[in-house]
């Protein structure tokens, strides 16, 4: 497998975390991203133990995802999300993960301005901790039909806010393909890029997420990828596949093909 793709937790959507383990070792794929739901399901503390045994026998987590977002009109509930934040910090050191991908949450009835400086005091002991660490927290820009886990729909705006937090981005390639400039916000703002989450989209698609193998739809991934690493992009590429068209071909066929894709893509 490529040393710069991970598959994400979410392109096996409907797997647990024993199944996620299973299926990554039957396909040889020793890079992923470990999702903080699938241990809490599974139980944290015996599922975090259950995914260490895998990284102790080899397999790299290049990111743990999933936190559950801040309510930013809601300080009230602060402190229990940045205890879950927390305990993502204390699992990404078990399993050595390389990063932290967390979405902002809704700003409710907050502007965007208000709702950058609530999620920069409600982030600010867990960011002391995760610097203590050496964990990089990653910001993560979503699809503007998601307002219910983010407020930041472009690229460059969470450049600019992870600038502000001192944070890294996560460059969600599905949310952003489309905007103007991105050749330049890229090459702007690549040191802070630290996760390319990557798959495709139909043009024509109503409903969402109803991604695709990269490659099958008219994201015109060679040319973003291309401008990535001619930036000087240097982290991984994050396979992030979820939706109707991947359930349909099935995790066996669908996942296996789209790594030989990106694979391609950077060779």
């Known amino acids: 497998m ?24 039957k396909h040889d794929i020793n890079r992923v991203g470990v999702s903080v739901a699938k241990l809490d399901a599974f139980g944290w503390d015996a599922g975090v133990a259950r995914a260490a045994r ?38 990404a050191e078990a399993l050595r993960a390389d990063c932290i991908v967390f979405t902002t949450g809704p700003a409710g009835a907050l502007t965007w301005e208000q709702a950058a400086d609530a999620l920069g005091e409600a982030m600010a002991p867990v960011l002391a901790d995760a610097a203590t660490r050496g964990i990089p927290f990653a910001i993560e820009h979503t699809n503007s039909l998601r307002v219910d886990v983010g407020f ?31 050749t330049a916000t890229v090459r702007a703002g690549v040191d802070r890029i630290s996760v390319v989450q990557v798959s495709d989209f139909a043009v024509g698609t109503l409903s969402t997420p109803s991604r695709l193998v990269p490659g099958d739809g008219d994201i015109p991934l060679a040319r973003i990828i291309g401008d990535l690493l001619a930036a000087g992009y240097s982290g991984c590429f994050d396979l992030e596949l979820i939706g109707p068209r991947i359930e349909a071909e099935g995790y066996d066929r669908a996942i296996p093909r789209a790594v030989s894709a990106l694979e391609s893509l950077l060779r």
Do not use: K
């Open 2 to 25: 490529h040393p710069r793709v991970s598959v994400s937790a979410i392109c096996t959507f409907a797997l647990d975390l024993a199944g996620d383990l299973d299926f990554w070792s």
């Open 54 to 91: 895998s990284v102790a026998d080899g397999l790299q987590v290049a990111n743990l995802i999933g936190l559950g977002p801040f309510h930013l009109d809601d300080p009230a509930q602060w402190p229990f999300q940045r205890a879950r934040l927390t305990r993502a910090l204390d699992a």
């Open 152 to 182: 930041v729909h472009t690229l460059r705006d969470v450049i600019d806010l992870a600038r502000r937090l001192d944070t890294s981005v996560c460059m969600e390639t599905n949310a952003c393909w489309a905007e103007r400039g991105l």
